[in-house]
């Protein structure tokens, strides 16, 4: 029953944040069509982010991955995301509509996450690093698909649009089959002041704080991939080419991490979260100096630390979610991990919003630099939680 349930639950979440990266992996098909501002084509980025926050604080408040059965909010939440998804096939490219389609899409997924969170920890205590891990693998894989999709559906944008649409339909009607473990816990009454033992509890705290040093990183990574490897390659290929060989670039960086997720996980279940999550940051921001040190040199050269980065810059992410979860009461722990996201994607659409401006004005190199800070920060949140476990 554990396996069925878990297999279907990460099919269920790759197939539904497919939706996550649509506007990125289509947004040069999209830019042959309608001239598009600098702070429009990061709006269509970042409107995922900014409306997955209003519906993650929304949900946390309201404790709604804790007091109903998580499978229907997952479903329904997947088939209304999809839905606003469409929306792209009949806007204007770029246009007003088309962001606030987004900006609903990531209100949507808010309900898909954290939510998958919530339906994995219930299935074990002992391997909770290995569960989360591997669901966080899942939504890696379902984020690098949109690439995939572009690269399969050539110049057809709304084609791309409308198989991510499908992808999340099935992922609704997919995660109805899911069984709930036996750590599964229902809180018994709407509390809004749950939110605050992310405060009063120093380990949740300390769990957040290495959680938004690692999103200072991850999404500004993820939604620029695809734009750091043509700007790199172009030094050295032809325009058609660069763009080509960006576009796998991009699949096969964030898909990467999706192994690492589960293996880290397990790891993690045997030597500490903290000090696995810590690594993870070591390496990933050592990635993205080197990313930024050998910016426009040999093709091969950037490929391989791109996809070094994509492997090492995700897994961790698990780990913070499975610590919030090991600290909190487990009837609160939905709510504080869906809180966490809230934070955490709060961040990131500063930086995405802002990794694209900044690249403009300084290049890519010193934005790369910037982006190590936040791993930085993270290892300093996880050695303070290490110090209070010894």
């Known amino acids: 029953m554990k396996l069925r349930s878990l297999t279907l639950l990460f099919l269920a979440e790759i197939a539904a944040l497919s939706l996550w990266f649509v506007s990125s992996a289509i947004l040069p098909d999209m830019l042959r069509e309608a001239q598009l501002s600098g702070v429009r084509q990061a709006a269509l980025s970042s ?3 900014i409306g997955f926050v209003i519906g993650a604080l929304a949900s946390a408040i309201l404790g709604i991955a804790d007091r109903y059965d998580p499978r229907r909010v997952f479903a329904l939440s997947a088939l209304l995301a999809g839905a606003a998804n469409l929306i792209l096939i009949i806007a204007i490219p770029g246009g007003s509509l088309a962001i606030a389609a987004r900006v609903a899409t990531g209100a949507f997924l808010a309900g898909v996450y954290p939510v998958g ?3 994995a920890v219930g299935w074990g205590e002992k391997d909770r690093g290995f569960l989360v891990g591997a669901l966080v693998g899942a939504l890696t894989l379902g984020s690098a698909l949109p690439h995939l999709f572009a690269l399969l559906g050539g110049a057809e944008w709304r084609l791309v649009v409308g198989i991510a649409s499908c992808a999340a339909f099935g992922a609704s009607g997919i995660v109805l089959a899911v069984g709930l473990g036996p750590f599964h816990r229902k809180a018994a009454a709407f509390d809004p002041g749950v939110v605050l033992e992310a405060w009063r509890n120093r380990r949740v705290r300390y769990a957040y704080l290495g959680y938004l040093g690692h999103m200072w990183e991850l999404y500004a990574m993820w939604a620029w991939v695809a734009a750091i490897a043509l700007a790199s390659y172009g030094v050295t290929l032809d325009p058609e080419a660069a763009a080509s060989f960006a576009t796998i670039t991009a699949f096969i960086a964030i898909a990467a991490g999706a192994p690492t997720c589960a293996v880290a996980g397990f790891i993690a279940d045997r030597f500490g ?12 921001g050592s990635c993205a100096l080197l990313a930024a040190l050998t910016f426009g040199g040999p093709v091969w050269l950037t490929f391989a630390i ?5 492997v090492f810059i995700v897994p961790d992410s698990a780990l913070f979610s499975a610590l919030v979860a090991d600290a909190a009461p487990p009837e609160n ?10 934070l955490g994607f709060a961040l990131t659409f500063l930086t995405v919003q802002a990794t694209p401006v900044l690249a403009h004005g300084i290049g890519w190199p010193p934005v790369l630099i910037v ?3 936040g791993p ?3 290892i300093v949140a996880m050695q303070r939680l290490r110090q209070m476990s010894a």
């Not at 979260?273 to 990933?284: G, T």
């Not at 791109?306 to 994509?310: D, E, F, I, M, N």
């Open 273 to 284: 979260k903290a000090e696995v999550a810590m690594l993870c940051m070591v390496l990933s």
């Open 117 to 119: 969170m919530k339906i």
């Open 306 to 310: 791109l996809v070094a980065w994509g």
């Open 376 to 378: 930085a920060l993270g």
């Open 333 to 342: 722990a939905g709510s504080l991990m869906t809180l966490q996201t809230a």
């Open 47 to 49: 409107g995922v982010q």
């Open 371 to 373: 982006m190590a800070i």
